[in-house]
């Protein structure tokens, strides 16, 4: 009986395909990994499209009358929101906000700082840093928490924001700071203030 069976399981496999050469365990990780890739792309192509989507949702919702400028998506996730206000704004403004780039330096920051501290046209001026902006995301966004943990302090930009002493000082201030080293995008605001 023992030597039947044993001939029957051989005629089986004469008729499976053989098994590719190689190491089928490292095989199979190297597929996994692979797979994690995938799916690691796949999340940050997801957090990037609910970013880009609410972007754009946020420009159809107060759309001003001419084109608004570009911000980038960075910008917009870090941007405060209110729904009395209007951004991105190209005349008027009462609040400016001055995204720096991923990759600024501590003299870059330092003399935007003081340059924006030495002008007569603005105001109020605060720092606020990448963690205080992810900060905010994270409130703004509680209802989302697999967006909130798909964005990290790091992917969030540090900014300075001022308040104009005259709203129609926003497009000198812009021209003027727009282009400076560090700088990775301006965008002002509109926003109805009570007056005391």
Not at 104 to 114: F, G, H, N
Request: some cysteine; proline content about 9%.
């Amino acid at each position: 009986m023992r030597q039947n069976l044993q001939d029957l399981f051989e005629r089986a496999l004469d008729g499976e395909p053989v098994p590719p050469p190689g190491d089928p365990v490292r095989q199979a990780m190297t597929h996994g990994r692979r797979i994690r890739r995938r799916r690691g792309l796949l999340a940050g192509a997801s957090v990037a499209a609910v970013v880009v989507a609410t972007t754009l949702a946020l420009n159809l919702t107060v759309a001003p009358d001419t084109a608004p400028p570009t911000v980038s998506a960075a910008a917009a996730a870090a941007m405060p929101t209110d729904p009395a206000c209007t951004w991105p704004v190209r005349d008027d403004a009462s609040d400016i906000s001055i995204f720096l780039v991923a990759d600024v330096t501590d003299a870059q920051r330092t003399a935007l700082y003081d340059a924006l501290r030495a002008d007569p046209a603005v105001r109020d001026l605060r720092y606020e840093s990448r963690e205080e902006a992810y900060e905010k995301f994270a409130a703004l966004w509680r209802d989302s928490p697999d967006l909130v943990a798909a964005v990290s302090p790091e992917s969030m930009p540090e900014s300075f924001r001022l308040v104009p002493a005259d709203p129609s000082d926003y497009r000198r201030l812009a021209d003027a700071f727009r282009h400076r080293a560090g700088v990775g995008d301006l965008v002002g605001r509109t926003c109805p203030r009570v007056r005391k």
